[in-house]
């Protein structure tokens, strides 16, 4: 070991894109999105603060937008 840090990898927006979708994909199916949202995000090298803001961000973004249709068709109510 060198002791040398690898270099952080270049930001995409295809592959933020593919990585979003993915996720998206896996959460919505088996509620294991983090792995895939992950391989996107550690390679970008990012602080720990703002690699856990991103990724709870990005799971409250998806449950609210799971939760609407089901608000929307009366599936989720107070009395449940």
């Keep these: 070991m060198s002791g040398k840090r690898d270099e952080p990898a270049r930001r995409s927006g295809f592959r933020a894109a593919i990585a979003g979708t993915a996720s998206d ?8 999105g983090r792995p ?4 996107y995000l550690l390679p970008l090298g990012l602080l720990k603060n703002v690699y856990a803001g991103t990724t709870s961000l990005f799971s ?8 609407l249709p089901l ?5 989720l109510s107070a009395q449940q």
Excluded: P, Q
């Design 71 to 75: 608000l929307w068709l009366g599936a």
């Design 36 to 39: 895939t949202l992950a391989m």
């Design 60 to 67: 409250t973004a998806g449950n609210l937008v799971k939760a």
């Design 25 to 32: 994909m896996t959460t919505t199916l088996a509620y294991s």
